[in-house]
Protein backbone atom coordinates (compact mmCIF):
# COMPACT_ATOMS: atom_id res chain seq x y z
CA UNK A 1 0.00 0.00 0.00
CA UNK A 2 1.29 3.38 -0.73
CA UNK A 3 1.98 6.28 1.88
CA UNK A 4 -0.89 8.41 0.10
CA UNK A 5 -3.53 5.53 0.11
CA UNK A 6 -2.42 4.89 3.89
CA UNK A 7 -2.82 8.19 5.00
CA UNK A 8 -6.69 8.50 3.29
CA UNK A 9 -7.28 5.42 5.39
CA UNK A 10 -6.08 6.96 8.41
CA UNK A 11 -7.98 10.04 8.03
CA UNK A 12 -11.11 8.23 7.59
CA UNK A 13 -10.61 6.29 10.41
CA UNK A 14 -9.91 9.19 13.03
CA UNK A 15 -13.19 10.92 11.06
CA UNK A 16 -15.30 8.49 11.96
CA UNK A 17 -14.14 7.29 15.47
CA UNK A 18 -14.77 11.13 16.66
CA UNK A 19 -17.13 12.28 18.86
CA UNK A 20 -19.66 14.64 16.70
CA UNK A 21 -18.25 13.71 13.62
CA UNK A 22 -20.61 14.28 10.61
CA UNK A 23 -20.18 10.61 10.34
CA UNK A 24 -21.63 9.90 13.58
CA UNK A 25 -25.31 8.81 14.21
CA UNK A 26 -28.12 10.46 15.69
CA UNK A 27 -26.94 11.05 19.72
CA UNK A 28 -29.36 9.03 22.10
CA UNK A 29 -32.34 11.03 23.44
CA UNK A 30 -32.18 10.06 27.07
CA UNK A 31 -34.75 11.16 29.99
CA UNK A 32 -33.81 9.37 33.08
CA UNK A 33 -35.26 11.58 36.10
CA UNK A 34 -32.81 11.32 39.07
CA UNK A 35 -35.75 10.95 41.57
CA UNK A 36 -36.90 7.58 39.97
CA UNK A 37 -33.47 6.41 39.23
CA UNK A 38 -33.56 6.13 42.52
CA UNK A 39 -36.48 3.69 43.09
CA UNK A 40 -35.23 1.51 40.32
CA UNK A 41 -33.64 -2.25 40.99
CA UNK A 42 -32.36 -2.59 37.49
CA UNK A 43 -29.77 -0.38 35.95
CA UNK A 44 -30.27 1.63 32.47
CA UNK A 45 -27.36 -0.31 31.01
CA UNK A 46 -28.73 -3.69 32.33
CA UNK A 47 -32.35 -2.34 30.58
CA UNK A 48 -30.94 -1.26 27.47
CA UNK A 49 -29.04 -4.65 26.65
CA UNK A 50 -32.64 -6.38 27.31
CA UNK A 51 -33.86 -4.19 25.05
CA UNK A 52 -31.35 -4.46 22.18
CA UNK A 53 -31.51 -7.99 22.83
CA UNK A 54 -34.93 -8.09 21.45
CA UNK A 55 -34.34 -6.01 18.27
CA UNK A 56 -31.12 -7.96 16.37
CA UNK A 57 -29.28 -5.19 14.53
CA UNK A 58 -31.12 -2.35 16.72
CA UNK A 59 -29.66 0.95 17.78
CA UNK A 60 -31.29 2.79 20.83
CA UNK A 61 -32.73 6.18 19.36
CA UNK A 62 -34.32 7.31 22.63
CA UNK A 63 -34.49 5.94 25.90
CA UNK A 64 -36.47 7.30 29.61
CA UNK A 65 -37.13 6.16 32.86
CA UNK A 66 -41.28 6.38 33.51
CA UNK A 67 -44.11 5.37 35.56
CA UNK A 68 -46.76 3.77 33.42
CA UNK A 69 -49.87 2.78 34.87
CA UNK A 70 -47.97 2.39 38.11
CA UNK A 71 -45.44 0.34 37.08
CA UNK A 72 -41.78 2.39 37.19
CA UNK A 73 -40.53 1.20 33.15
CA UNK A 74 -37.61 1.99 31.13
CA UNK A 75 -39.17 2.67 27.30
CA UNK A 76 -36.74 2.28 24.49
CA UNK A 77 -37.53 3.44 20.83
CA UNK A 78 -34.97 1.34 18.80
CA UNK A 79 -33.92 1.94 15.34
CA UNK A 80 -33.73 -0.82 12.82
CA UNK A 81 -31.77 0.08 9.67
CA UNK A 82 -33.56 -0.40 6.37
CA UNK A 83 -36.87 -0.34 8.60
CA UNK A 84 -39.07 2.45 8.81
CA UNK A 85 -40.69 3.89 12.12
CA UNK A 86 -39.21 2.30 15.53
CA UNK A 87 -39.50 -0.95 17.53
CA UNK A 88 -40.62 0.12 21.22
CA UNK A 89 -39.67 -2.11 24.03
CA UNK A 90 -40.67 -1.57 27.48
CA UNK A 91 -38.48 -2.96 30.66
CA UNK A 92 -39.61 -3.36 34.25
CA UNK A 93 -37.38 -0.87 36.16
CA UNK A 94 -37.72 -3.72 38.76
CA UNK A 95 -37.23 -7.04 37.84
CA UNK A 96 -35.62 -6.36 34.43
CA UNK A 97 -38.32 -8.30 32.36
CA UNK A 98 -39.55 -6.96 28.90
CA UNK A 99 -43.19 -6.19 29.68
CA UNK A 100 -44.33 -4.85 25.92
CA UNK A 101 -42.89 -4.76 22.88
CA UNK A 102 -44.60 -2.98 19.49
CA UNK A 103 -43.72 -1.51 16.54
CA UNK A 104 -44.40 2.13 15.92
CA UNK A 105 -44.81 3.93 12.43
CA UNK A 106 -43.21 6.53 11.34
CA UNK A 107 -46.35 8.86 11.28
CA UNK A 108 -47.35 6.98 14.80
CA UNK A 109 -44.23 8.26 16.32
CA UNK A 110 -44.13 11.84 15.02
CA UNK A 111 -48.04 12.24 16.57
CA UNK A 112 -46.36 10.87 19.83
CA UNK A 113 -43.61 12.94 19.69
CA UNK A 114 -45.42 15.93 18.94
CA UNK A 115 -47.78 15.51 21.43
CA UNK A 116 -45.34 14.82 24.41
CA UNK A 117 -43.92 17.75 23.25
CA UNK A 118 -46.98 20.09 23.30
CA UNK A 119 -49.53 18.67 25.75
CA UNK A 120 -53.15 19.98 25.65
CA UNK A 121 -53.66 23.19 27.33
CA UNK A 122 -55.95 23.34 29.97
Known amino acids: MNLRRALIL???AVALALPGSLFA???V???VPASLAKQAKISLDAAR???LAKVPGGQVRSEEL???HGKLIYSFDI???G???VEEVNVSAITGKVLSTHHESARTEKKEEKKEHH???R
Do not use: L, M, Q
Request: charged share 30%; with cysteine.
Open 10 to 12: ICV
Open 49 to 51: ATA
Open 66 to 68: EKE
Open 119 to 121: PPS
Open 25 to 27: SNP
Open 83 to 85: KSG
Open 79 to 81: EVP
Open 29 to 31: RSD
